[in-house]
């Protein structure tokens, strides 16, 4: 199948993606977050499709995305107290709540867990697409699983050309990363997932919250953390510690075969050194991580050093993120990490 890339400004190009989609068929949409890779979620067969096409697990569940808040309460089968207060203050946005599931969600996509994720996406072509379709939409992040996840159509395309009828071309994601995962099924509301919402947000909201713990070896309740994840293909090395002292090092490091991922305030010229936003600026470094990631694959090098930036804010989600796609290899060069 030819993969045609529609304009998402364009309000017959989502018309046509809403009828591929009421036909059972997979687009792929953008987000404020990354993109997507849609289906009705009520379509059992659509659904598995999502899996094959992506390569993905099938005890991975898909986050649900709706329009209105009005479509929760017949996707779930008990609405927590904390959703009105935090869908008030984070929807559409990149918040992920998840709750008990009604008998609506196909089992395929909770992955036969009794929870459902739902989300509302900020982007004006998500949100009319949702509208259109005229039903609930999965979505995962439109990569091949493992790999980068995708912030601009032409990441897409290059993952999954030929599988999929259209991919709506809205530009560059503006978040870059993933929306946070909060688990709200158990009495204290729990982060499965860091993402664009922070932690000090959510508990601006609701008062206690638990961070799942990465390391932790039990069952993960969001199934999705434990793969290996968002990696690029050549060897990722997570390089820790003050901005300076990582800068140093990567410099006194660096060779022909190795390409550099760094802070635009302590680069150096170098062809090898990709920029993806200052040290202090961790809302800039969510947004290019993961083209920087794909740019550096690109460069058929042997090695990829990135600077780790400090977990304040956002750069929680971008160090989660860092972490998992150099597989825990870290190099750790002061007490500052
Ligand atoms: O920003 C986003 O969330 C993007 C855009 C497209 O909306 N979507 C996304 O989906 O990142 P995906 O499939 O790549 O990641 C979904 C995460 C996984 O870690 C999955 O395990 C978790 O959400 N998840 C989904 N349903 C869950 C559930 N019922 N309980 C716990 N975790 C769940
Ligand atoms: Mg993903």
Redesign the pocket.
Known sequence: METIILDANNSEHITLCAQAIKNGELVAIP?E????LAANALDETAVANIFSTKGRQAD????V?ICSVLDVTALVSSVSPFFEPLAKKFWPG?L?M?MR?SSEIPDNV??G?D???L?M?NHPAALALIKASGCPIA????NLSGSP?PTKAIHVKNDIDGKIPFILDGGSCEVGL??T?L?LSCEVPAI??P??ITIEEIRSVVGDVLVADEKSTGKP?????KYRHYAPKTPLVAIAGSAKVTAEYIRDNIDINTVAIMFDDYSFEHSNVILYGNSYDHTAQAANLFDALRQADSMGVLKIFIQMPNADGIGLAVTNRIKKASGNNIVGLDNLT
Do not use: F, Q, W
């Open positions: 987000t977050t990354v993109y997507g991975n569940p898909l986050i995305h990149p992920t998840v599931k909770s992955a867990l929870s459902v994720a989300r996406p979505a995962p992040s439109a996840s993933e929306s995962v688990d499965l997932r993402g664009g309740r969001s199934p999705g953390m």
